[in-house]
C-alpha cells in the first residue's frame, strides 16, 4: 500500500489510513464508470443495472469515509464544520 515510503518505516495507523483513502478513491471511480456506462447505453435494463450498481457504490464510499472519520481527528472536524452547513460554499473553508 505505501506508494512514497517502504513499508517498514510506516505505522499501522498510517498504513490502514493510506488502505482506506485508496479504497475510496477507488469506490468514487467505480461511480464514475457506472454513470458513464449508463448514461452511454441505449438499453433500458443495462442502464438500470448500471445505475444500481452506482448507487451501491455510494453507500461503500459513504462507509469509507465514517472510518476514515472516526481514525482521522482533522478529517473529522473537517466534516463536522463543513458537511450538512447553510452556510454559502464561499465562505466554507475559511
Ligand atoms: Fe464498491
Known amino acids: 500500500m505505501p506508494r512514497y515510503e517502504v513499508a517498514e518505516d510506516l505505522s499501522e495507523g498510517v498504513k490502514d489510513l493510506s488502505r482506506a483513502r485508496q479504497s475510496l478513491i477507488e469506490e468514487f471511480e467505480a461511480m464514475m464508470f457506472y454513470d458513464e456506462r449508463a448514461d452511454a447505453t441505449k ?52
Open 43 to 94: 438499453d433500458k435494463d443495462l442502464r438500470s443495472v448500471m445505475e444500481h450498481n452506482r448507487d451501491d457504490e455510494k453507500e461503500h464510499a459513504v462507509l469509507l469515509m465514517e472510518w476514515i472519520r472516526r481514525h482521522d481527528k482533522k478529517m473529522d472536524k473537517e466534516l463536522q464544520e463543513i458537511l450538512f452547513s447553510k452556510k454559502e460554499m464561499k465562505v466554507l473553508g475559511d
